[in-house]
């Protein structure tokens, strides 16, 4: 089975600032996709950034990078110009398109605080 | 597209009570699933379904538990005898299957439950 693992419970950052959120996981799949999660206080998780396996080239969105160590099993998350929008639970997933629907495993969360 | 959309958002019940959370996932979607969050914690995977069918169930899923998805539009999660440590957020989340989807999951906001 596979495990994301965050290892940062908390975490805060002077706005304009940039902060980097880590995440490993543990697969022995070869082809999969990772993704970091943002969750505002009371509501909706949206999609920050997704990075396919495959692709040795890293994501980014915007103020948004990742940083992918395929063989290292590593998947942090870059935020440049940190912004008080900022502030919310951010959650790394993993999913193996050929295991249950492509459905989602969670870390356990990264609380962010953007501080003005 | 109005997204996925959750009822009620908050259910207080008493210990014994049943409860049924209802989703209606983004209306092309063939995809539906379950998580459930505590607090601080990251999403479990409940079950899903590819339109009626439920194809997967995780072990977290008692027999209390059931899922429908009678038509394969929107769909149902009805917890029988309910416990305090039924206690948690349910989310609901869809997605689109094949070509060009990269797996993504699109979630609601959520059905706070509080068994008292």
């Known amino acids: 089975a596979q495990t994301v693992t965050q290892s940062q419970p908390e975490m805060s950052v002077q706005e304009a600032e940039t902060v980097t959120l880590s995440c490993t996981y543990d697969?022995?799949?070869?082809?999969?996709?990772l993704f970091w999660y943002k969750q505002p206080p009371s509501r909706q998780m949206i999609l920050v950034i997704r990075?396919?396996?495959?692709?040795?080239q890293n994501a980014t969105e915007n103020r948004f990078s990742v940083n992918f160590q395929k063989a290292a099993k590593s998947f942090s998350l870059k935020i440049s110009d940190s912004q008080l929008g900022d502030t919310a639970m951010y959650f790394c997933?993993?999913?193996?398109?050929?295991?249950?629907?492509?459905?989602?495993?969670f870390g356990g969360g990264t609380r962010l605080m953007v501080k003005p | 597209d109005t997204g996925v959309s959750q009822d009620p958002r908050h259910k207080i019940t008493k210990r014994g009570q049943n409860v049924t959370f209802r989703c209606d996932p983004i209306?092309?979607?063939?995809?539906l699933y379950w998580y459930r969050q505590t607090l601080g914690q990251g999403p479990e995977f409940l079950t899903y379904?590819?339109?009626?069918?439920?194809?997967?169930k995780s072990r977290l899923l008692s027999d209390r538990f059931s899922a429908e998805r009678p038509k394969g539009s929107f769909s149902t999660l009805e917890i029988q005898r309910t416990e305090q440590g039924d206690s948690a957020m349910y989310l609901c989340?869809?997605?689109?299957?094949?070509?060009?989807?990269?797996?993504?999951?699109?979630f609601g906001e959520g059905s706070r439950l509080t068994v008292l």
């Open positions: 989340a869809s997605s689109p299957t094949g070509q060009g989807w990269a797996g993504e999951l699109f």
């Open positions: 697969t022995s799949e070869s082809n999969y996709y």
């Open positions: 990075q396919e396996a495959y692709k040795q």
């Open positions: 997933a993993f999913s193996d398109p050929a295991n249950a629907g492509n459905m989602l495993t």
């Open positions: 209306s092309e979607h063939n995809r």
């Open positions: 379904f590819q339109n009626e069918a439920q194809l997967e």
